[in-house]
């Protein structure tokens, strides 16, 4: 049985929230079940937040993460305070700019996505989109087709082109990772 | 033997009243309903509203759709009223303590928002209901049962805080100036927007009696006696207004009224669906 | 591929019952982790041509619903802890005076400001007696983004039927998840009005019961002038010192929901036939309970569930009859032990009974239940 428990963690103002539901938008696309939930504190921006996605041919009971299978971090702060019950074969995406210091056995991808956004794109406001591109083009939680129907439909009008660049880019980025 | 106007408007088998003799709210209920019959609106699209207080008792004792509601909310209870049936005409009546002390909050909000409510505050200085306790309106160093030794608050200008916070029509009179109260009342329910008529009524039985103002008469004299009219009180020297209150009408400046912006937006989002 | 379901919020879908059961005014306050029920309310209103209010504070809030449906509008009002106590005096109104209306409460840790982000269980006895006096009320709880939805329409419907301020107690974990939905067709939906009078207007008595014990209820603006007011009053609607009419007025508030129990309560059970432990969780934490048995089923333990739908009035009968079949109740709740006391009044001396309590702010995990189960069986 398909089930992945996904956890996106950065800092507030990032758009983890909005990658949250497209992904699990995307798996209902995909005729899947999904619960997307969040925490966080009482700052608007900054500070570490975190919005979780479970994934499930099966029935979701519990909607929030235990046995994390995909962990996504783009600060160092969120990867400190969220790393915490990522599975020991668990998949850790992190951005370049996150230092880990690990023993378990996860798989660990480190990607420049912060980077790809504020300096090939030009905006750094797509970094979601970048990062959960290359979360899907790592682990295929979700198809391609239906994560880019569901980016578009939730994207401001207007965005569309730049967004479908920025998830491409997160696709093309994934694959030179450094594991 | 009721008089026509008593026989048609007040709920005639819910008299007599339980104001204390000598007590202004009467008069004033009497001045509403005379100003109701004058402005020719349908009773059955009239809505009165209260809180709790001596004045909050008024509306069970006249023949409308009426509402006596928690202590100082009734301006909360009218605004949802009027908004969710602005073909209503819906009238507030309350009391210097429910307005201006436990529901000061939303007078001011309910000004602010110029919504559609005539509201007419009973003034006498008191809280009666209660026996007798000092309110926002009590006169510095006045008496009452919880200011044994004289109230040290200053108190507030009802008409001044309505009319600063965006009441669109504002008067005051008393329970002696009728025939201004009535057509202050008229006018009142003839402006779209929020209008407050503050009507200064007497207390002998509590406030009168604490603070040695006589006999229910003598009380009513002062009323005659201190009130000056707002068109006179140009032409009289500052030191001749000395412990003077203005009557009249003391703000006129329609403004567009709450419930009908609001259908404005709704008319505007459906045309666009 | 495309299909029906989508993605929805708790907190939307109870905009979206409320809408499909015919809400027409909403007043509230903004007040964390309710408030997307209030945006959405601002937004989706006046598309059907309904009115939204943002009060002055939450007592207004209160208020102004009342006296939107006095005109006839089904109102709506939502909060959270700090909110729904000061609603309270107003809600007593309501039920005193018998007029309808829904009122949410999607609770958060406290007491006072406690963790505004944060779930918690804690309202469940200021949701039956927040209010001052012996008066009655209906609490019912969702726990999941679809029975949310239906259950803001069966708000709905419970308090026009009885004239009846409805509480829907939501908790965060509901109120801000995500899941998929899948919307009935509106056609499809039971929607139910207020009776109302349709007699000469001088012969309305707007408090008289009829055999349900519930009065018909005029519009304010519909030809029938009468009085509405929280004093003790007697079938004309009128105030009353009168020791009998007040006595038979609360008696008649308190039957009238107290007849028309079956109708009320619901509940939902799983796994209960072979059942020896019989977990009794509601609204969020029903979840972490149905993943714990999941777990301990597969592990040959015999674990039911108990989840009260309407937690007011508590389905008593139904829980009193499964006391004689299980060995151990566990309460499961997200506060200190609130459920528990009902359980107890119902059940000691029958079953042994027992809690899982939580008040960090943290939803109770599957795990946490599964410990408590194997240490008591």
Redesign the interface.
């Given at each position: 049985m398909r089930k992945y428990e996904i956890r996106l963690s950065g800092s507030g103002g990032q758009g983890l929230l909005l990658a949250g539901i497209i992904l699990a938008e995307a798996a209902i696309e995909d005729g899947l079940n999904a619960v997307q939930t969040q925490s966080y504190g009482p700052e608007a921006r900054g500070g570490a937040s975190k919005s979780e996605v479970i994934i499930s041919e099966d029935i979701i009971d519990f909607p929030k993460v235990r046995n994390c299978d995909i962990l996504l971090s783009l600060t160092q702060k969120s990867y400190e305070q969220y790393n915490d019950n990522l599975k020991d074969d668990g998949i850790l995406i992190i951005d370049s700019s996150v230092n880990v210091n690990t023993s378990s056995n996860s798989k660990i991808f480190s990607i420049p996505m912060l980077d790809a956004a504020s300096k090939i794109l030009g905006k750094p406001m797509v970094t979601n989109i970048i990062a959960i591109g290359a979360l899907v083009a790592l682990t295929e939680a979700v198809s391609k087709e239906a994560l880019t129907r569901a980016v578009l439909k939730r994207v401001p009008k207007g965005t569309e082109e730049l967004n479908k660049k920025a998830l491409e880019l997160g696709y093309e980025i994934a694959g030179k990772a450094i594991i | 033997m009721p008089s026509p106007l008593i026989e048609s408007y007040f709920r005639s088998e819910n008299l007599p009243q339980i104001w204390c003799p000598g007590c202004g709210h009467g008069i004033i209920t009497r001045a509403i309903a005379v100003a109701i019959e004058k402005s020719g609106l349908d009773r059955d699209k009239i809505c009165i509203v209260s809180g709790i207080g001596c004045s909050s008792r008024a509306p069970g004792y006249l023949d409308f759709n009426t509402l006596h509601t928690t202590h100082g909310r009734a301006l909360a209870f009218a605004t949802g009223i009027k908004l969710a049936n602005p073909e209503l005409k819906v009238i507030v009546i309350t009391g210097d303590g429910d307005c201006t002390a436990i529901g000061g909050n939303h007078l001011i909000h309910a000004c602010r928002r110029n919504i559609g409510l005539t509201t007419i505050v009973y003034n006498n200085n008191i809280y009666g209901m209660t026996g007798g306790q000092y309110s926002p309106t009590t006169p510095k160093f006045d008496k009452g049962t919880t200011a044994p030794y004289g109230n040290i608050d200053k108190a507030f200008d009802i008409c001044n805080l309505a009319a600063s916070a965006g009441a669109t029509y504002v008067g005051r009179a008393t329970s002696y100036h009728t025939n201004l109260l009535i057509s202050l009342v008229l006018n009142a329910l003839k402006n779209d927007g929020f209008s407050l008529i503050e009507a200064i009524s007497g207390c002998p039985t509590y406030y009168g009696r604490k603070n040695k103002k006589g006999s229910a008469v003598n009380m009513l004299e002062w009323q005659k006696d201190n009130a000056v009219n707002i068109s006179s009180a140009s032409k009289m020297a500052p030191e001749m207004l000395e412990g003077k209150f203005l009557i009249g009408e003391l703000k006129n400046s329609p403004e567009p009224e709450y419930a009908s912006e609001y259908q404005k937006i709704i008319d505007k989002v459906m045309k666009e669906r | 591929?495309?299909?029906s379901?989508?993605?929805m919020q708790g907190n939307e879908a109870c905009v979206e019952g409320a809408i499909a059961a015919g809400m027409?005014?909403y007043?509230g306050y903004p007040i964390t982790p309710s408030t997307e029920i209030a945006e959405l309310c601002s937004e989706k209103l006046?598309?059907v041509?309904g009115?939204f209010?943002q009060?002055?504070?939450e007592?207004?809030?209160m208020?102004?619903?009342?006296?939107?449906?006095?005109?006839?509008?089904k109102?709506m009002t939502a909060t959270s802890g700090p909110g729904f106590s000061l609603k309270q005096?107003?809600i007593g109104?309501a039920s005193y005076a018998e007029i309808p209306c829904v009122i949410v409460n999607v609770q958060r840790g406290g007491p006072s400001t406690g963790q505004?982000?944060s779930p918690s269980q804690g309202d469940v006895m200021q949701a039956r007696w927040g209010t001052h006096g012996d008066h009655p009320i209906i609490a019912i709880c969702p726990s999941s983004v679809k029975e949310t939805f239906d259950l803001t329409i069966r708000a709905f419907n419970l308090s026009e039927k009885y004239r009846i301020p409805v509480i829907l107690l939501m908790d965060e974990?509901v109120g801000?998840?995500?899941?998929?939905i899948e919307l009935p067709d509106i056609a499809d939906i039971e929607i139910i009005d207020r009776k109302r009078p349709n007699c000469d207007s001088d012969e309305y008595l707007p408090y008289k019961a009829e055999a349900d014990l519930v009065p018909l209820m005029a519009?304010?603006?519909?030809?029938y002038?009468?009085?509405?007011?929280?004093?003790a009053h007697d079938e004309t609607g009128?105030?009353s010192n009168s020791y009998e009419v007040a006595d038979k007025l609360i008696r008649r508030l308190m039957n009238k929901i107290e007849i028309h129990k079956d109708d009320i309560i619901t509940w939902e059970e799983e796994n209960i036939d072979d059942a020896d432990v019989l977990i009794i969780a509601f609204g969020?934490v029903a979840?972490?309970a149905?993943?714990a048995i999941?777990q301990l089923r597969e592990n040959g333990i015999k674990v039911g569930l108990f989840r009260p739908i309407t937690i007011w009035p508590f389905p008593q009968e139904r829980l009193r009859e499964l006391a004689d079949k299980v060995k151990v109740m566990i309460v499961v709740e997200m506060n200190l032990g609130q459920l528990i006391l009902e359980v107890q009044r119902i059940c000691n001396n029958i079953v042994k009974i027992d809690g899982v309590n939580k008040v960090n702010g943290e939803?109770i995990?599957?795990?946490e239940i599964v410990t408590k189960v194997l240490e008591v069986i």
């Amino acid at each position: 049985m398909r089930k992945y428990e996904i956890r996106l963690s950065g800092s507030g103002g990032q758009g983890l929230l909005l990658a949250g539901i497209i992904l699990a938008e995307a798996a209902i696309e995909d005729g899947l079940n999904a619960v997307q939930t969040q925490s966080y504190g009482p700052e608007a921006r900054g500070g570490a937040s975190k919005s979780e996605v479970i994934i499930s041919e099966d029935i979701i009971d519990f909607p929030k993460v235990r046995n994390c299978d995909i962990l996504l971090s783009l600060t160092q702060k969120s990867y400190e305070q969220y790393n915490d019950n990522l599975k020991d074969d668990g998949i850790l995406i992190i951005d370049s700019s996150v230092n880990v210091n690990t023993s378990s056995n996860s798989k660990i991808f480190s990607i420049p996505m912060l980077d790809a956004a504020s300096k090939i794109l030009g905006k750094p406001m797509v970094t979601n989109i970048i990062a959960i591109g290359a979360l899907v083009a790592l682990t295929e939680a979700v198809s391609k087709e239906a994560l880019t129907r569901a980016v578009l439909k939730r994207v401001p009008k207007g965005t569309e082109e730049l967004n479908k660049k920025a998830l491409e880019l997160g696709y093309e980025i994934a694959g030179k990772a450094i594991i | 033997m009721p008089s026509p106007l008593i026989e048609s408007y007040f709920r005639s088998e819910n008299l007599p009243q339980i104001w204390c003799p000598g007590c202004g709210h009467g008069i004033i209920t009497r001045a509403i309903a005379v100003a109701i019959e004058k402005s020719g609106l349908d009773r059955d699209k009239i809505c009165i509203v209260s809180g709790i207080g001596c004045s909050s008792r008024a509306p069970g004792y006249l023949d409308f759709n009426t509402l006596h509601t928690t202590h100082g909310r009734a301006l909360a209870f009218a605004t949802g009223i009027k908004l969710a049936n602005p073909e209503l005409k819906v009238i507030v009546i309350t009391g210097d303590g429910d307005c201006t002390a436990i529901g000061g909050n939303h007078l001011i909000h309910a000004c602010r928002r110029n919504i559609g409510l005539t509201t007419i505050v009973y003034n006498n200085n008191i809280y009666g209901m209660t026996g007798g306790q000092y309110s926002p309106t009590t006169p510095k160093f006045d008496k009452g049962t919880t200011a044994p030794y004289g109230n040290i608050d200053k108190a507030f200008d009802i008409c001044n805080l309505a009319a600063s916070a965006g009441a669109t029509y504002v008067g005051r009179a008393t329970s002696y100036h009728t025939n201004l109260l009535i057509s202050l009342v008229l006018n009142a329910l003839k402006n779209d927007g929020f209008s407050l008529i503050e009507a200064i009524s007497g207390c002998p039985t509590y406030y009168g009696r604490k603070n040695k103002k006589g006999s229910a008469v003598n009380m009513l004299e002062w009323q005659k006696d201190n009130a000056v009219n707002i068109s006179s009180a140009s032409k009289m020297a500052p030191e001749m207004l000395e412990g003077k209150f203005l009557i009249g009408e003391l703000k006129n400046s329609p403004e567009p009224e709450y419930a009908s912006e609001y259908q404005k937006i709704i008319d505007k989002v459906m045309k666009e669906r | 591929m495309t299909n029906s379901f989508k993605l929805m919020q708790g907190n939307e879908a109870c905009v979206e019952g409320a809408i499909a059961a015919g809400m027409k005014f909403y007043a509230g306050y903004p007040i964390t982790p309710s408030t997307e029920i209030a945006e959405l309310c601002s937004e989706k209103l006046p598309v059907v041509g309904g009115k939204f209010i943002q009060m002055e504070d939450e007592i207004a809030g209160m208020a102004a619903v009342i006296g939107a449906s006095l005109t006839g509008q089904k109102s709506m009002t939502a909060t959270s802890g700090p909110g729904f106590s000061l609603k309270q005096e107003n809600i007593g109104y309501a039920s005193y005076a018998e007029i309808p209306c829904v009122i949410v409460n999607v609770q958060r840790g406290g007491p006072s400001t406690g963790q505004p982000t944060s779930p918690s269980q804690g309202d469940v006895m200021q949701a039956r007696w927040g209010t001052h006096g012996d008066h009655p009320i209906i609490a019912i709880c969702p726990s999941s983004v679809k029975e949310t939805f239906d259950l803001t329409i069966r708000a709905f419907n419970l308090s026009e039927k009885y004239r009846i301020p409805v509480i829907l107690l939501m908790d965060e974990v509901v109120g801000h998840m995500r899941e998929k939905i899948e919307l009935p067709d509106i056609a499809d939906i039971e929607i139910i009005d207020r009776k109302r009078p349709n007699c000469d207007s001088d012969e309305y008595l707007p408090y008289k019961a009829e055999a349900d014990l519930v009065p018909l209820m005029a519009d304010f603006g519909a030809g029938y002038r009468y009085h509405v007011t929280g004093l003790a009053h007697d079938e004309t609607g009128f105030p009353s010192n009168s020791y009998e009419v007040a006595d038979k007025l609360i008696r008649r508030l308190m039957n009238k929901i107290e007849i028309h129990k079956d109708d009320i309560i619901t509940w939902e059970e799983e796994n209960i036939d072979d059942a020896d432990v019989l977990i009794i969780a509601f609204g969020g934490v029903a979840r972490s309970a149905k993943a714990a048995i999941k777990q301990l089923r597969e592990n040959g333990i015999k674990v039911g569930l108990f989840r009260p739908i309407t937690i007011w009035p508590f389905p008593q009968e139904r829980l009193r009859e499964l006391a004689d079949k299980v060995k151990v109740m566990i309460v499961v709740e997200m506060n200190l032990g609130q459920l528990i006391l009902e359980v107890q009044r119902i059940c000691n001396n029958i079953v042994k009974i027992d809690g899982v309590n939580k008040v960090n702010g943290e939803i109770i995990y599957p795990e946490e239940i599964v410990t408590k189960v194997l240490e008591v069986i």
